[in-house]
């Protein structure tokens, strides 16, 4: 292994080598029997006042103990403990060195197992089970209530496990089990600005943060600029579908904020710069000269740098509990094709365009950190080489090398692993910041894909990733539902996989079905079943990320919703025909195509994937009958999935591959006829 590679293996599992050195001699392997059926054998125990999370982590502990064993096993605080504890009993103790005094006390210890909290960050974890005082203890601490909660997940998924053997006792083998991240920041970009999102609640948002949060992200890039209700600025906001579509206050950002703060979340409020709504639509043009042109502000004009920069600070006035602002700035709608900024600044493509971005980031920065010191930033890096923008443009990047300061994040978009540096030579993002942060669609790519960005991110010096969640807009089965199930196929998959390959990048697809084994299926549980969900998820994100499965299957039931989050017009084929009629003849041509594409996947769909959902049906409806507790949890989950497909395709009208083959035969003839004239 290089050094490189081995630098990012952050944890040790020392109970299984123990395990198997005991199993090798002949003796029992288990440290502890923690219930079996009709006798609960364990106590799950926090601090006399534990945070949110560290109660969280110890009820997900007694609910899957229970649910594993069928025993019910109650969470109590640590004054409340039976004296003395009944000598079978084991004690599960959940907390941080700040909350209980024995953890303080074996965290001084020597540098191993518990010991090695005082080293870690706070987001590390020690699972350590141990014998103090003749008592027994499975102990899981971090030094933040964040990193107990991420403890006790992993502690219920992989540690504490049912007894292979099947019967229904639930076991901890000798452990000693220190993790942290490799992935230091992990921040979902929200786009809640696409389809249903604006009418998603508080309420509907905490249920989302609290899917985060259980897959171990720990700060969020919510967009909300083009939302924002402005205090001492024209309220010119025009969302699609009208402003009365933002269910959310001004006063529900900042109680969202501090709801994230109780999950260990930083919350950064953001949106466009120069761009995408907010305070590109108080002005259209300055009398001197333009200051806007069809796709936002000139960030060269005073009065656009003057304007954002303003109504940027005001946002973070209002919404105070935010923990600072990201901007995307508007280089994915192309450069202001004005005379200063297309002024070349360097012979290497260089132009005023990037130098104006620069020199506002600049000055929001020192505006922002003289009022608020702490407060964080973060900028979207949109280097895009078919349109050029920013690929032709070191002058950029070398601005971009002046800032080096910890408050600030670069979000490193679109695959741009390297980045032009002196004289237009590409060199790795590193040489110019250790403080970028990756940018993808997981919910789009492979659970390889997954690996390897991440992989190669860690291995690349970022510091972490941003997982694109846009609800409505890409790899999307569930667009009509508020709030959107992060606890459904095909995204619970996609959020795990994430949450695994940014703690431990280095292990492999088969080291990674062994761990989905033991979540969804237990040690001994079904192999196959754990190929089932990873086949499910792969065939709804089937193509690329805005033409799938889970697009097509939608868009053709009329549940694909548009901005203004309704279902989009003309979607079946008999409505789309009807419209296209009166088209011109590139669009007629357009929609045909589009048609054609869609009725040839899910003619595949129907010929080649049913039978296979059709088998995968029986299986799980096998195992949600007689399967363990944590089998029958899965297939249920796969259910749900296939019933949801199912009732997707009878939607459609489409439920043989013959009606399928009639509809493109009708398509083909029209794509031949000649226009009415």
């Given at each position: 292994m290089s050094r490189s590679a081995s630098s990012i293996v952050h944890y040790v599992v020392l109970g299984n080598l123990l395990a198997a050195v005991i199993s090798a001699r002949g003796a029992d392997p288990t440290f502890a029997t923690l219930a079996q059926p009709g006798d609960a054998r364990c106590l799950v125990v926090t601090a006399d006042q534990p945070t949110l999370l560290e109660r969280r982590g110890a009820a997900e502990l007694a609910q899957v103990i229970s649910r594993d064993s069928g025993v019910q096993v109650t969470t109590l605080a640590w004054s409340s403990l039976p004296s003395p504890v009944p000598p079978q009993k084991t004690i599960i103790l959940v907390g941080t060195p700040q909350t209980s005094t024995l953890i303080a006390q074996l965290a001084n210890g020597p540098s191993a197992g518990l010991g090695n909290l005082p080293l870690l960050g706070a987001d590390g974890y020690v699972v350590q089970t141990l014998v103090h005082d003749g008592q027994r203890y499975l102990v899981i601490a971090g030094k933040s209530a964040r990193a107990v909660y991420y403890g006790a997940i992993y502690a219920s998924e992989q540690i504490v496990l049912p007894d292979p053997t099947g019967s229904g006792a639930v076991l901890v083998a000798p452990t000693s089990v220190t993790r942290t991240p490799a992935m230091r920041e992990r921040a979902p970009y929200l786009l809640n600005l696409s389809g249903r999102g604006p009418e998603f609640g508080l309420e509907h948002w905490k249920v989302v943060l609290d899917g985060l949060a259980r897959e171990s992200h720990n700060r969020v890039y919510f967009w909300w600029q083009s939302l924002y209700k402005p205090r001492d600025f024209p309220d010119r906001r025009?969302?699609?579908?009208?402003?009365?579509?933002?269910?959310?206050?001004?006063?529900?950002?900042?109680?969202?904020?501090?709801y994230a703060h109780s999950l260990g979340m930083e919350f950064l409020i953001g949106g466009g710069a120069f761009s995408w709504g907010g305070a590109a639509a108080l002005i259209k043009e300055h009398p001197e000269t333009k200051a806007v042109d069809a796709v936002?502000?000139?960030?060269?004009?005073?009065?656009?740098?003057?304007?954002?920069?303003?109504?940027?600070?005001?946002?973070?006035?209002?919404?105070?509990?935010?923990?600072?602002?990201?901007?995307?700035?508007?280089?994915?709608h192309g450069e202001c094709r004005c005379d200063v900024c297309q002024q070349p600044v360097d012979k290497f493509g260089s132009k005023q365009y990037g130098q104006s971005e620069m020199t506002f980031l600049k000055n929001f920065c020192k505006a922002l950190w003289l009022k608020r010191p702490g407060a964080q930033i973060a900028w979207l890096v949109e280097l895009y080489k078919p349109s050029k923008m920013h690929s032709e443009d070191p002058a950029y990047f070398a601005r971009l090398r002046e800032i080096d300061d910890p408050r600030l994040r670069w979000i490193v978009v679109w695959g741009a692993w390297q980045l032009p540096g002196p004289g237009g030579t590409y060199l790795p993002a590193a040489y110019f910041s250790r403080n970028n942060i990756w940018w993808s669609k997981p919910y789009a790519s492979s659970l390889d894909t997954i690996r390897q960005e991440i992989f190669l991110a860690a291995q690349r010096g970022f510091v972490g990733y941003a997982p694109a969640f846009e609800p409505c807009f890409g790899v999307d089965y569930h667009g009509l539902s508020i709030p959107y199930p992060t606890d459904k196929l095909p995204y619970e998959l996609t959020s795990y996989a994430f949450r695994e390959f940014c703690w431990d990048p280095a292990q492999t697809l088969a080291q990674f079905r062994a761990r989905m084994r033991n979540r969804y299926c237990g040690p001994s549980g079904s192999l196959q079943l754990v190929e089932d969900l990873i086949f499910l998820r792969a065939f709804a994100i089937?193509?690329?990320?805005?033409?799938?499965?889970?697009?097509?299957?939608?868009?053709?039931?009329?549940?694909?919703?548009g901005y203004d989050g309704k279902p989009l017009a003309n979607t079946t084929v008999a409505g789309a025909l009807k419209a296209a009629k009166a088209y011109n003849e590139a669009d007629r041509k357009i929609t045909y195509a589009r048609l054609t594409r869609e009725l040839q996947a899910l003619r595949m769909v129907l010929a080649r994937d049913l039978p296979l959902l059709v088998q995968v049906e029986n299986r799980c409806r096998e195992f949600a009958a007689i399967g363990s507790p944590r089998e029958m949890k899965t297939a249920r989950m796969c259910l749900e999935f296939i019933d949801h497909t199912h009732r997707l395709l009878r939607k459609s009208g489409f439920t043989t591959v013959k009606q399928v083959d009639e509809a493109l035969a009708g398509i083909a003839t029209r794509s031949t006829q000649a226009p009415c004239r």
């Open positions: 025009n969302l699609d579908g009208g402003v009365e579509r933002i269910a959310m206050t001004n006063a529900d950002v900042n109680s969202l904020a501090r936002g502000m000139c960030p060269s004009h005073p009065t656009a740098q003057d304007l954002q920069l303003r109504f940027s600070l005001e946002m973070l006035d209002v919404i105070h509990e935010a923990d600072g602002i990201w901007f995307e700035p508007r280089d994915e089937r193509g690329t990320w805005n033409q799938n499965t889970s697009n097509m299957l939608t868009r053709m039931a009329g549940e694909m919703v």
